[in-house]
Structure formats: structure tokens, C-alpha cells
């Protein structure tokens, strides 16, 4: 509490107070004459010397001591997330290339589970019969990205600091089509975490359809789950990643291993449908073009998880981008082997997706290949697993990039703002919040959500790839030749896919996000006009030639009754101020001249003004007061010392306060004005 | 705008202020030597002179003048409740008897509209054979009325300031039945607004069946209606509240006299139930005593509206008493005739209730006496209107009732204040919110809503005329003895019929009375204790001895980067305080060297403390920092100098402030702390 009130009065027996908490304790020698001067530092706990002059280095107790109400909180939060981390730490956690691939490239990878199955639900559009053209279509599928790696081995060589379609747009082609991949991709990295964790969930339910019904529930809380686990900074600890990325890849190509050995040597038949999916209504439309190609743009959502590598580079152990391109390539290797692999075995065993959606048509082929048994269960986690993971990747990506917009003020700051645990706070929480939403809005459907996936990856792949194209041509660095080809290509190709999947997918979704990205892009532009408006209008274009004075304030103190609140703001008053006046506003006189009775008893030397009021407003009158003092000096400020009673309760809110809050609001709008609240802490008793 | 920033340096150019605003004028005389002083007073339209010392009065303009985003809505509230009135006004609006019945009888004399049906609707159960009993309940009931009015009239007197309940309970029984008092009418005054609201707009629906399924919505409507015609203040202005009481008046009386007319001279024929009627289940309950019991409390209500003309003593012209027991004895004897009457006509016309409740049973009686023509519509018309009328007793009451309360300490303060227009803003807010709950919980129905009503009016009738009772025991003032009769004989019934009402009606409805009230009773008395406990806390037990002077503050700046908001913060920092610190709290150390670097040149004798947060939290070690300073001097206050951009639209605030309100936050509940606000306006440029 604020002592004024019990202090006996006279001149305040005031301590030198040492701003660099450097006390200086003067005493003398053990021999007479030999005067020194000790310092004692006791705030060592929570504070360090820092190594400049006037630098102190706060320590990590400055953030987890608390007093109060909010202590409780922050154990929570110590529980939920952990202790802080320093900054410094951020250095010491580079990826090898073991973790790199476990952590960048599970989003790629783990397409190789849903993706052949997407391929053949549209042909199967076109009857069972369709379902031959999955292998050739893999088979193009993994062509592109053949290409797309190369160009990005490219990209990513060029740009070491980090090879986002957003930097490189932005560096090569201008800050619109900066925004634009940006845009593009912030929905991609929304919708990889609603497809994965969709799909995980559907990898669960095919071995346990008693919880099928449950699926949105499942998939929300995975999110919620990675979530926490990414607000503790799970990014860093790429060890328990490691597991089932590399659990996956040895089931996975074992058990295709396995199955093209029985293929290849006869020794195991064709599927057959159960007699339940005859029933349901299936084929039916023509095999054209139109319907190759819609089967082609849901397959080519394999490719999207190629940026990933590229994003974080940064991440790597040196040389960074070497590593990471060798990542890279590994990455499009093992994906390429597992998804014609596994394209290949369901043509040849005429494996048909289920149309109850109930089981994945990788369960299928796993549970054709291995039996109702144990490796069954144990493939299906794997991939449940991976798939979670490969939410993940954007629980990396998606807070980087917004951090980067964050820090180049086209989102809000505080995405540029690193946590408690040096992770992404705002990007993690908004991410998660719009994959909530989204799962919850498409009943967590794989086959629903991915026509709004691809579209926006490949805006900025085509990007991305442009923006080399460019930089090649304006550079002219050695090997500029080569590089324009690889990249051109990519260019073409990548722009060919963004059309087809933006077309033939338009009405299933894609439209969606041809509505979206221009929306979001033209809300990044705003905040980012905003931004700089307002920098503008704060920047100071002279540096004043010695120490600014402020003319010295008006004060004034609105009093309600003789109280010890009142008391303690008219004390503070008069320590600012010379000449500080009391203002009561009243609706009753007869209160009023009982006030004015006892105001020379109670602060003879401050002046008291009583503002009578017949409409019974306060704020009008003493805002108009103010007018009248601002008129007789209008260089001065005007500062209002406001007496507030800091409830003990967050509903004594409801019995007090209520005009308090009202004047600030009007006050905080009014120009030349500095409100100075004198909180009061009621003492209990 | 502050000018710190624009002003060339040295000493300020002050101009001296008066806060009087009694601007000097010193100047010669027209002869040498002849030296004068004049005071301009260029703040007339504002303020003018107070009769004392110190006092000044401020106009109708410093309500009504607004500048930037708050003028429009000021213009919104003028247009809908009108300019603010002066509070001398309030003495010049008293009521005569004629006004006086029309405001405060028309609850009263409105039930005669529903009180028949209410009690037939019961009977009905048993058959329509039962209705025959109609007529002697209306009679009990009529007695009763008597036995109470007779009794208030003993009230009115000795109370002429205002005999509601609460304060004549409060008087004679003490704090405890007071609010029990309070705790019921309040809920009895809710009640009456959906009671009435809905019988009003019942009374509509049985000419216009089309609007029957809307009846919520008109209902709600009406209360707004009511709601914002109060705020204006509608209940000084009594004219327009004469004609419904006196239509409906004039129309009953001369449609009951016509019937009984026309019934004794045996020219009409018995009523004939619709043969649609007949398909919908009645009856097939035992007459017995508790049907006859619950019959008797849906027609109390009628006796519910005694209570207005009580509250609403002082609003009469002198000699105030006299002209409220004149209003309340003519208020009751009208009301008998029409009930009795009403009553009787319905008996021996064998009229039944609707069972499909789309006609009021009044409505059937009008009809039957006089053809689907134009009597009924203006019949119809006028009910309608007293109904609403009488949910504006309610308005009248509640809000008065609640004042006293919140004058007590047992509401909010802000229910006793009254607002531009002289009404109790909060109390009129409140009542409309409650009401309009219940009408859309039970759907406007009246039979629904009865049971709610009555049992509150009758605990408080019984607890005010116990008051009474004891009163005349305590004082022995001239006529106790007669006095003591008639109140005792008035509390017996009141109670009995609380007694009866509460049973009889328990499952129906009463059950919530008897949760809510106590419920009530408990809030109330909690709001008082926290009242009583908070103003001891802030007693101030001596006068001080001489001015109070704050130990001088120890000012700190906490400033994010060189900008304008920030020189400004520092320019006040400088203004009260010779050595005020600015604080660079930051986890950018490169950033923080840049600062320091430009510092010397920027304001070189304000000391810069950069604090480096490793853990990259901001209030944190800001407080750590301000705990540091704290332990070297407990008894000087900490005055944090924040600067904050006044944002120019309300979306900014998404962008900006976040960390500053956190903050601000934090501090408030730091004791010794004070927190300047320093607004930076931004220039439009």
C-alpha cells in the first residue's frame, strides 16, 4: 500500500534509489584513512551485470516469481508447457540429416498412405474398371516430383537463410507476389494439418471401427494435443520424431517388398469386395479427360510436402543447405518407391476403395497381403503416427512463415514473437484453432479436404519456382543456364498442376481457396499499410538538441468523498505538482457544502472547486472543466490522478468502478491529457 | 496533441491557470494611476458561479456538447430519450388525484380485465358446473380488498414520505424482513410486467386472432416500448396516462351497467360454447377444497395493486397523504364495481373460458352482450391500453424501490442515481431485461405467469401491515387502538392469502417465488456487507494535521524504441520528477546496442536502463525490476510512465497495445504503483 496516509507529515525521508541496482556501501578499512567503496548487489537472483554500461540481464526467476492471484497461473502454465528457455539456446538445436528427414519430410512421406487411395475414389467415379489407370497416373505423379526436387535443390542452394515460396516470391518477383505464396500457403499449412490428422484418424478407424463415429472428436483433440506438445517446443527434440518416420518407412517397404515378391512369384490372389459394397451405388460416369485429371490433382497432393525441407533450411547442422538438399532428395526417393510401390500393388490385386470409407485401401492391401494379424495393427499405427507427424510439419512451417509476415508487418506483431519455450506462440495457437475449425466443418473427410489442399501449394510452388526463374536471368551467376532450365521446368510444371487441380477440382472445393487467398492476401495488405502509416506517424525526424522538458502539467484530482483513496491520489497530486486542484462533481449541494465544511481541516493548501451539476452527468462537466483549464494554457497537459479501489474480487467489479472506467475511456481519447491512476489496496481486516 | 515534442528546449512558457475560471484582467483606469482589475468570465455557456466559495454550476452544454466518434451517439440519445432535465424540475411535477388514480390504480383497476378469468380458468377444471362459484370467490375477494385498503390507508399516513413495504418493514422489524419485503416486490414488480404486458396483448389476439402466434414478440416490443418511453421520463408527465384509465373506466362501467340492465330485464339469452369447443378435454377434476383454494389465489392478483399509491405518496400534490388515501379508497371502489360486476354477469350468462385461450373471457362477455361490433373493438382497444398502463406501474415502482436499495447499500450504488431525463436509468434497464426474459420463458401466457405474482405481493403486503402493527404498539400514538385493529385484521388476510397462495400454487409456479426471493434476500445482503465492509476500509479515523505531501516517486519509462509516444513519455517523465528512468526491457541485445548508442544524443540526462529478457518475457522482469528499486526505498511510490498510441479506428487495437494492456493490468494490482498514461494521438497526415 501506498504509504502517504499513515506517514506522519513533514519532509519525506526519502532513499537514494540506484536505477542499475548497483548498492554502493561506503565504510572504511582496518586501517584509519583506507576509506573504500563496496558494491553489493542483492538483486543477483534477478538480475545480472550486463556487459555494456547500464545493461542489466534478467534472470529466468524474473518470470517465474509470482505474488497473487496470478501465481496459480503461471504453475499451470509451468505444468502445461515448462520452464522458459533462453534464447540462446536456439543455436545449439541443429538437425542432423537422420532427424531433418524425420522432421521435414513425414508431411511427404506419409502421402504415400492416402495417396494412392485418392487417385482411385475418383476413377472409381468411373466403375472398378477405371481403377488400371492408378499405376500410370502414380507413375506421372512421381515424374513431377522428380522435377519439383531438382528445382528445389536449386532454390534451396540459392537461399541458405531459409527457402520459403514467401521469401523467394517476395525476393525475386515483388512483395505482391511475396504475398500471394504467402497466402497460399498459410491455407495450405491449415488444411495439411486437418488432411493429416484426418487421415491418421481414418487409419485408426479402419482397425477399430467401433470409434469411427468419433472421429472429429479424435482429430480435434490431436490437434489440441500437438498444440501443447509444439507450444513446449517439441520442434527442437527431433529424437521422438525419429520413431515413427523410420517406423513407417521399414513397415512400409517391407511389407510392399513382401507384397511385390508375392505378386511377382503368383502366390496370392485378387481382392474381392465384401458383398455389403455391392449395394452401394457406385460408377456410373464416363471416363473422360475431365475425370483423369481430377483423379490426377488428388494424387498430386503427394508433392506437397516438398516446401517443407526447403522452409528450414536454417534448421540444419552446417553446411545447411547442403544437408538439406541431400535430405531432400532422400525425402522424394523413399516417397517415390512407396507410392508406386503401393500404386502398383492395388492395381495388380484389383484392391477397390471401400465405399463406406470405413476402411483405407492401404488397410486393405496390407490386411490382403498380411492377414487380419498382428502386422496389420502395427502397419496401421505406424501410419496413424506418421500421419499426426505430418501435422506437425506445419505446426513448423505455418508459425515460421507467420512469423516472418509477423516481422515484415503484414500479420499482427505478436506473430513475430517467440514464447516461453522460443516457439511461436500466436502462430501455434491460430493454427490450431483454424485446423480446428476446418475439421469440424468437413466431419474430418479426408477425400473432402483435400480438394482445398493442393491448389493453394502449388500457387506457391509456381511461385517460388518463377522467382528463381527470374533470379536466374537478372543474376547471371555461374550456372545460370542449367539453373534457368531445372527451374523453368519446375515453373511449367508446378503452374500446369496449380491450373488442373484448380479446375477440375473447383466445384468438389478448390473454389474455396480461390475465394480465400485473395481475401487473405488483401488483409495481409492492409495490416501492412497500417503498419507502416503508423511508423511513419511516430518517427521522430530531428534528434532534439538537449533533454526535453514538458511544460509543467495542469493537475487535477476528480474526488468522490473525503476517503482514503481520495486522500492518497490528493498526496501523489502534490508531489507532482505545485498547484494541484480538487475537483468534485456533484448532483447534491447539500453533500457538497459538507465537503467543502471540512476541506480546510482535511487539505487546507489544495484548492477545491466543486462542479454542481443539475443533469447529474459527471464526465460531461469535468471534460468541459478541463476544456476551461486548457483554454488558459493550452501548451500544458492535463494530467487526471484518478483514485480507483483495486477490488479484492473479480465481481466487486460490478459494485464499483463503473464511472471510473467510463472517464478513462473518454479521457484516453482527449488530446493533451495523461491519466495518472492511484490504485488503493483495500487492507484486510 | 502534447507539444513536448515540437517545442524548441528551455524554460516552458506557462501560463498561469485559474481554476475558477475567473480569468483577471488587469489594466489602467482611464485617469493615471487608476489601476483596476476586471474578470472576464469566457466560460458562461459552460459554468456559471456557484453562491460559495469554490463553487461553480455547469450547464446543460457540458452534457450535451461532444466532440469526434462519442458526438454521434450523444445525438442517438438525445433524439431517443430527449435533452437531459434539470434536477430542480423534479420539484414541480406532483400529481392530483385524477393523475394520481390514472398512474398508480391502473394496475390495480386493470385486473378487473383478468382477475374473473383467472379464477374461472381454474373452476373450469372441475367442468363448467363449477363455474358457478365464480361469484362468490370475486365477492371474497372483494372483502379482502377492503380489509386492505382500509389498512393502507393507516400506512399512507404514517408514512407520507413513501409507505412502500420495504420501508415500513425496515422501520418496525428491522433490516432482515425489510429486504425480505424488497426481495418479494421486486419479483412481484417483474411479474406484473409480464402479466400484464401479455394479458394486454391478449386482450388484442382475441379481435385480431392473425397476430396470436406473434404474441411474444409484440410483448417484448411493448416492454421496449415502455423501457425507452421511461427513460424518457414519461412518468412526470401523467396527461397521456389519463386517457387509457379513464376509456377503460367509462367503457366498463357503462358495458357492465348495460348487462346487469339487460339481465334483469331478462333480454339476453344464455352464452353458447363454440362446437369446437367441445373436442377439447376439460374438467374431470373433484370440486374440491383445494381447487376452490387455487381459484381464490389465481383472483388475488386483483389485489395486487395496492401497493403503487403506497410507494407513490410523495409524488401527490400536498397535503400528500390525504390525496393518496382519497386515490387509493376511489381506486378500490371502482375496481369492486367492475370485478363484482364482471363477475356476476359472467355466472349468470354461464360464459366458459377458451380453451384454446385465443379469446378472453372479457372479450366473450363484451361480445355476447354486444354482437361482433364496434363496442367490442373499443372495449378491446381499452383493455389493452390500462394493461399496458399497468405494466407501467411497474416501471414507476420497480425502479423506485430499487433506488432505495441501491441508497442502502443493498443494490448497486449506480441504482440510485438518476439519470438526464430524472429516471432511475439502471433500475428501468434492469426491470425491462427480467421482464422480457419471462415473457419469452412462459410465451406471453397469463395463466402461466399468475402463479409467479401473486405470492411476492402478498409476503410484502403481509410484512408491511406487521410493520404497521408493530408501529402502533411501540408508539402508542393517538388512535393505536383502532389502528392496531384494522392493520391486525389487514396482516391476518394478507397472510392467510400468502398462505393460500403459496400452497395452493406451489407446483404450479409458487415454487420459484419461494427459491428466488431467498435467493434474492441473500444478494442483496451480501451486496450490503460488501458495501459496509468496503466504506470502513476506506474510513479515514483522523484528520491530518497539516497538507499531506507523497514521498517523492520514483518515475521509470518503459520504452519499446525512439519514437514520438516515447519522447513524449519521457518529456512527462522529466516534467514531474528530476530523475525518471527510462527502462529498454528487450531479448534482441543487437537492437538494444543500437538504442543505446542513439541514446546520448536523444536525451541524454534521462538515465537508460536496458534490461536483456534471455527468457523473452516483458512484465515480468519490468516488475522484478520495479521490486528491485521497491526493496531500496519501501515508502516511495513507483510511477510507471507508459506510453500508448491512441489508435484512430477500433480494429487497431488488434495490432497494437496488447503488450501495454497486459501490463497495465499487472501493475494495477501492484501495490504502491501508479500508473501514467501517457496518449500519443497520431496526426492524420
Given at each position: 500500500m501506498f504509504r502517504a496516509v499513515t506517514r506522519s507529515p513533514g519532509p519525506p525521508d526519502e532513499r537514494r534509489v540506484d536505477p542499475l541496482l548497483e548498492v554502493r556501501h561506503r565504510g572504511r578499512g582496518k586501517r584509519p584513512g583506507d576509506a573504500y567503496v563496496k558494491i553489493v548487489r542483492p538483486f543477483e537472483s534477478k538480475f545480472q551485470r550486463g556487459d555494456d554500461e547500464g545493461e542489466l540481464i534478467a534472470t529466468e526467476r524474473t518470470v517465474l516469481d509470482r505474488r497473487g492471484r496470478t501465481a496459480a497461473l503461471r504453475k499451470l502454465r509451468t505444468w502445461l508447457i515448462g520452464r522458459p528457455i533462453h534464447s540462446e539456446r536456439e543455436e545449439h538445436e541443429r538437425l542432423t540429416k537422420l532427424k531433418g528427414l524425420a522432421i521435414f519430410s513425414s508431411d511427404n512421406i506419409s502421402s504415400s498412405a492416402y495417396g494412392p487411395e485418392e487417385i482411385m475414389r475418383v476413377l472409381a467415379l468411373a466403375g472398378t474398371g477405371a481403377l488400371t489407370l492408378t499405376l500410370p497416373l502414380a507413375g506421372l505423379i512421381t515424374v513431377m516430383l522428380a522435377i519439383v526436387t531438382v528445382s528445389y535443390r536449386q532454390t534451396i542452394k540459392a537461399y541458405p537463410k531459409g527457402a520459403s515460396s514467401y521469401i523467394v516470391a517476395s525476393d525475386n518477383l515483388g512483395s505482391t507476389m511475396g504475398v500471394l505464396a504467402a497466402a497460399a500457403l498459410l491455407i495450405g499449412y491449415v488444411v495439411t494439418v486437418a488432411v493429416s490428422v484426418s487421415a491418421g484418424v481414418a487409419a485408426i478407424t479402419s482397425i477399430v471401427p467401433e470409434v469411427f463415429d468419433y472421429r472429429v472428436v479424435i482429430s480435434v483433440s490431436l490437434v489440441v494435443l500437438l498444440m501443447v506438445g509444439n507450444l513446449r517446443g517439441i520442434r527442437e527434440s527431433g529424437t521422438i520424431f525419429m520413431i515413427p518416420t523410420y517406423a513407417y518407412l521399414v513397415v512400409m517397404l517391407a511389407i510392399v517388398g513382401f507384397g511385390v515378391v508375392r505378386v511377382l512369384t503368383g502366390s496370392v490372389g485378387e481382392f474381392q469386395a465384401p458383398a455389403a459394397w455391392a449395394s452401394i451405388e457406385q460408377g456410373g460416369q464416363a471416363l473422360g479427360l475431365f475425370l483423369i485429371l481430377r483423379a490426377f490433382s488428388q494424387g498430386?497432393?503427394?508433392?506437397?510436402?516438398?516446401?517443407?525441407?526447403?522452409?528450414?533450411?536454417?534448421?540444419?547442422?552446417?553446411?545447411?543447405?547442403?544437408?538439406?538438399?541431400?535430405?531432400?532428395?532422400?525425402?522424394?526417393?523413399v516417397f517415390a518407391v512407396l507410392f508406386v510401390g503401393i500404386a502398383f500393388l492395388v492395381t495388380v490385386l484389383r484392391i477397390i476403395p471401400d465405399p463406406t470409407e470405413e476402411q483405407t485401401v492401404l488397410s486393405l492391401l496390407v490386411r490382403h497381403l498380411t492377414g487380419d494379424g498382428v502386422i496389420l495393427v502395427i502397419a496401421q499405427i505406424a501410419t496413424a503416427l506418421i500421419l499426426v507427424l505430418a501435422a506437425n510439419t506445419s505446426f513448423a512451417d505455418f508459425p515460421r512463415l507467420s512469423s516472418f509476415l509477423g516481422r515484415d508487418g503484414f500479420l499482427p506483431r505478436q506473430f513475430a514473437f517467440r514464447g516461453e519455450r522460443l516457439a511461436f506462440t500466436t502462430g501455434i495457437v491460430a493454427l490450431s484453432l483454424m485446423a480446428i475449425g476446418l475439421l469440424v466443418g468437413f466431419n474430418a473427410s479426408v477425400s473432402g479436404l483435400i480438394p482445398l489442399y493442393t491448389l493453394g501449394v502449388f500457387i506457391a510452388f509456381t511461385l517460388s519456382q518463377a522467382g528463381m526463374l527470374v533470379r536466374w536471368w537478372t543474376r547471371r551467376e555461374a550456372g545460370w543456364r542449367p539453373g534457368l532450365l531445372i527451374n523453368g521446368l519446375g515453373a511449367a510444371t508446378t503452374a500446369v498442376v496449380a491450373l488442373v487441380v484448380g479446375t477440375s477440382n473447383f466445384f468438389q472445393g478448390s473454389w474455396l481457396v480461390v475465394v480465400l487467398v485473395p481475401l487473405?492476401?488483401?488483409?495481409?495488405?492492409?495490416?501492412?499499410?497500417?503498419?507502416?502509416?503508423?511508423?511513419?506517424?511516430?518517427?521522430?525526424?530531428?534528434?532534439?538538441?538537449?533533454?526535453?522538458?514538458?511544460?509543467?502539467?495542469?493537475?487535477?484530482?476528480?474526488?468522490?468523498?473525503?476517503?482514503?483513496?481520495?486522500?492518497?491520489?490528493?498526496?501523489?497530486?502534490?508531489?507532482?505538482?505545485?498547484?494541484?486542484?480538487?475537483?468534485?462533481?456533484?448532483?447534491?449541494?447539500?453533500?457538497?457544502?459538507?465537503?467543502?465544511?471540512?476541506?480546510?481541516?482535511?487539505?487546507?493548501?489544495?484548492?477545491?472547486?466543486?462542479?454542481?451539476?443539475?443533469?447529474?452527468?459527471?464526465?460531461?462537466?469535468?471534460?468541459?472543466?478541463?476544456?476551461?483549464?486548457?483554454?488558459?494554457?493550452?501548451?500544458?497537459?492535463?494530467?487526471?490522478?484518478?483514485?480507483?479501489?483495486?477490488?479484492?474480487?473479480?465481481?466487486?467489479?460490478?459494485?464499483?468502478?463503473?464511472?471510473?472506467?467510463?472517464?478513462?475511456?473518454?479521457?484516453?481519447?482527449?488530446?493533451?491529457?495523461?491519466?495518472?491512476?492511484?490504485?488503493y489496496h483495500p487492507t484486510r481486516d
Open positions: 498430386a497432393v503427394a508433392l506437397t510436402g516438398v516446401e517443407a525441407v526447403s522452409d528450414g533450411v536454417p534448421a540444419f547442422k552446417p553446411p545447411e543447405w547442403k544437408n538439406a538438399r541431400t535430405t531432400l532428395t532422400w525425402a522424394a526417393i487473405l492476401m488483401a488483409l495481409l495488405m492492409a495490416i501492412n499499410r497500417h503498419y507502416r502509416d503508423h511508423a511513419a506517424s511516430l518517427q521522430i525526424d530531428r534528434i532534439p538538441d538537449a533533454k526535453e522538458v514538458a511544460p509543467r502539467p495542469i493537475v487535477i484530482v476528480p474526488i468522490a468523498r473525503l476517503d482514503r483513496p481520495a486522500l492518497q491520489a490528493i498526496a501523489f497530486a502534490n508531489a507532482i505538482s505545485t498547484d494541484a486542484v480538487a475537483v468534485h462533481v456533484t448532483n447534491e449541494p447539500e453533500e457538497a457544502d459538507e465537503l467543502r465544511q471540512r476541506w480546510p481541516s482535511w487539505a487546507s493548501s489544495t484548492t477545491l472547486v466543486v462542479v454542481e451539476s443539475p443533469y447529474r452527468a459527471l464526465v460531461g462537466p469535468l471534460l468541459a472543466y478541463m476544456d476551461a483549464l486548457q483554454e488558459q494554457a493550452p501548451d500544458r497537459p492535463i494530467v487526471v490522478v484518478l483514485n480507483e479501489v483495486v477490488p479484492r474480487h473479480w465481481w466487486e467489479n460490478l459494485l464499483h468502478n463503473q464511472t471510473g472506467l467510463r472517464l478513462k475511456l473518454r479521457l484516453f481519447s482527449r488530446p493533451n491529457t495523461i491519466v495518472a491512476d492511484v490504485p
